[in-house]
């Protein structure tokens, strides 16, 4: 089976920064597309940086030159590195990826269980 394990949350200051991280471990899975979401109570969650096995990137608008998405193969590891956080910033982030048995099926996705990230002062 297919687990997926976020670590880096917590409390930072406006225009602090934070870096998120999230391991993937599944005997005989390859890990697709990767990506990190976030969810603030009463609202859907959102995309906010995706990146593909062979590290092309999106990011949503809100983040875009504030937020990287990078990962390590070998590592089966994806990162969020956010900077000049803001208020607004402050929400659970989910980590997701689309795995494959090496077996042969087709991708399915999976999702971590959350990181609380809190932007205040």
């Known amino acids: 089976q297919v687990q997926l394990v976020e670590s880096g949350g917590g409390l930072v200051q406006p225009g602090g920064s934070l870096r998120l991280s999230c391991a993937a471990s599944?005997?005989?899975?390859?890990?697709?597309?990767m990506g990190w979401y976030r969810q603030v109570p009463g609202k859907q969650r959102e995309r906010v940086a995706v990146?593909?096995?062979?590290?092309?990137?999106n990011y949503a608008d809100s983040v875009k030159g504030r937020f990287t998405i990078s990962r390590d193969n070998a590592k089966n590891t994806v990162y969020l590195q956010m900077s000049s956080l803001k208020p607004e910033d402050t929400a659970v982030y989910y980590c997701?990826?689309?795995?494959?048995?090496?077996?042969?099926?087709?991708?399915?996705?999976?999702w971590g269980q959350g990181t609380q990230v809190t932007v205040s002062s």
């Open positions: 997701s990826a689309d795995a494959v048995h090496l077996s042969g099926g087709g991708s399915r996705n999976y």
């Open positions: 599944g005997l005989l899975f390859r890990f697709l597309g």
């Open positions: 990146i593909t096995s062979g590290g092309s990137t």
